[in-house]
C-alpha cells in the first residue's frame, strides 16, 4: 500500500458522509465485505482516519462487466442504491447499521475494477483536519490521514498556502530540528527559485518526508509522518 496518495474511493465516502446529518445510532461493527464471489480483492486500508473519519477501503478486481457488477449489488442489497457517473466511472452507495458504503466501478474489456469504501457515520463533527499538525501559518490542510494498520501510524497530510517551496521547506527545516529531527543527506537542493522540493528528518522517535510543489494557484505541501 502506498500513503503518499489516497484512493478516489475515500474522497466519494467523505462526500456522502458529509451529506448526512450526524447518525444518532450506534454502528454495530464493520459491515460484510460485499464484493462478487470470483472477484480478486485486497486492502488498501483496514484501518485507517480520513479526515478524522474512520474508514476502510478494499480493491477488487473480477471478470465481469460493470452493469453485471451494478446488477449482482442490486441484488445483494434488494434495497436502492444510490447511482452516480463520475467521468467513466459509476460509483454505488448505501448506508448499513451506522456505516455508509461507496463502491467506485471502472471496466475495460469485460472485465471490472472496483474500490469498496466503508466509513463508520459519526455521531458528533470530528475533529478539523491537521489538528495538532505542523504546519505554516495560514495554511489550508485538504486531507489528513493516518493508516493505523500500518507499523508506526504513519500520517498523511496534503496541504496548500501561498508560500513558495523553498519557505515551506526552511519552515519544516526550523520546526523539525527544534523537535530533534535531523535533515537526511538524501534531501534534494531547495533554492529560493525551485518549483519543487523534497526533504527527509530523521529522529529518535520516528521520520517526516516533505514534498513541495509549486502549483498555479497555491504551492501543495505534503508531509508524511510515522514511527
Known sequence: MGIETLPRCAVFCLLAVASLAPHKGLATGWPDVLVPADAQ????????????????????DVDMT???VI????KARKEKLVQNKIGPKTV????????????ELSSTAGK???????TKLPSRKPPAAGQGAIKPSLTKVYEDIVYRDVPGNPRS???????SPYQNQKFYERALRAKGYVESESSSKCTASSQSCISYYQSNTGMAAITTMRMEKETIVMMVQGK
Open 41 to 60: 480483492a485486497q486492502w488498501v486500508s483496514s484501518d485507517m482516519l480520513y479526515n478524522g473519519l474512520e474508514m476502510r477501503i478494499l480493491r477488487f
Open 66 to 68: 460493470k452493469n453485471e
Open 71 to 74: 446488477a449482482f449489488y442490486n
Open 92 to 103: 454505488l452507495g448505501y448506508e448499513e447499521n451506522g456505516y455508509y458504503v461507496t463502491v
Open 112 to 118: 471490472t475494477t472496483g474500490q469498496l469504501g466503508m
Open 157 to 163: 497530510l496534503r496541504m496548500g498556502n501561498q508560500f
